[in-house]
């Protein structure tokens, strides 16, 4: 199978070694070149690299559907793969390679990682404690003008309490042509319409955060037949840290 993975990274790091990786600098347009071998650039071509602070590995995503030909196309990140079948080993032996990719993509158009599930939140609230609910109350309102057939699976995302998260998956061209073209056009008009000058730098990182909820929305849509794949955290997480700050964010508020 002809597929590509991209592997969005802004900084030198370690990579899996051949097919059907491919790292590739995002923000390129706003850095030095990083010195990976064979590492791609989301600058060239058409793209919108520029708009990396806001739009996080989305630019690579988007340099791909633009510039990158390919039957299959995915994308993870440089901290978190899809993890294979083998289960023995270190965390890098347990990268999903091309075989793991093949015998699911062979079934099914898509995979997705697993659900990441809040159990005691929904996702409009799991976002709204985290960010601004003006991002996915403005997302509703263009979804109501433009794509308004979007409006019942959107609702019920923003309800459930679980989702597939990251921005990470491998889709079948044609249908990632079609994802991309409803996904960005509906970025691009909240863009035009959200006022983000106050935001700090890490709710400016919005379209990608929004991207993320949207993602469901589009596959319940469409009514789109996935897989779902384990996925891999390469560096340490702090579960305790993180939790407190959850419920930092759900008791107190948004610093």
């Given at each position: 199978m002809d597929i590509k993975i991209l592997i969005a990274t802004h900084k030198k790091s370690r990579v899996p070694d051949g097919s059907p990786y491919y790292p590739i600098q995002v923000g390129a347009a706003l850095h030095e070149p990083?010195?990976?071998?064979?590492?791609?650039?989301?600058?060239?071509g058409?793209?919108?690299?520029?708009?990396?602070?806001?739009?996080c590995e989305l630019t690579a995503l988007y340099w791909a559907w633009k510039?990158?030909?390919?039957?299959?196309l995915g994308i993870v990140h440089y901290r978190r793969y899809f993890a294979g079948?083998?289960?023995?080993?270190?965390?890098?032996?347990?990268?999903?390679?091309?075989n793991d990719f093949e015998q699911m993509l062979g079934a099914c158009p898509v995979i997705l990682p697993k659900?990441?599930?809040?159990?005691?939140?929904?996702?409009?609230?799991?976002?709204?404690?985290a960010h601004h609910a003006q991002d996915l109350d403005k997302t509703r309102e263009i979804l109501a003008r433009k794509y308004p057939e979007y409006l019942p699976?959107?609702?019920?995302?923003?309800?459930?309490?679980?989702?597939?998260?990251?921005?990470?998956f491998v889709m079948r061209r044609d249908l990632l042509d079609g994802y991309c073209s409803w996904l960005f056009d509906v970025l691009f008009t909240l863009e035009a319409?959200?006022?983000?000058?106050?935001?700090?730098p890490n709710d400016a990182r919005v379209f990608g955060f929004v991207s993320e909820r949207l993602l469901d929305v589009w596959v319940k849509?469409?009514?789109?037949?996935?897989?779902?794949?384990?996925?891999?955290?390469?560096?340490?997480q702090n579960w305790l840290k993180k939790g407190g700050a959850f419920l930092k964010r759900k008791f107190i508020g948004k610093s």
């Open positions: 990083l010195s990976i071998p064979g590492v791609l650039r989301d600058d060239q058409d793209s919108i690299s520029r708009k990396n602070p806001n739009y510039n990158l030909p390919a039957g299959y079948a083998r289960r023995e080993g270190d965390k890098w032996s347990r990268i999903a390679a091309q659900k990441r599930r809040y159990w005691i939140e929904t996702t409009y609230r799991q976002y709204v404690h699976a959107f609702d019920q995302v923003m309800k459930s309490t679980s989702g597939h998260r990251f921005n990470m319409e959200l006022d983000i000058s106050d935001y700090s849509t469409n009514h789109i037949a996935y897989k779902e794949m384990p996925y891999l955290f390469m560096e340490k």
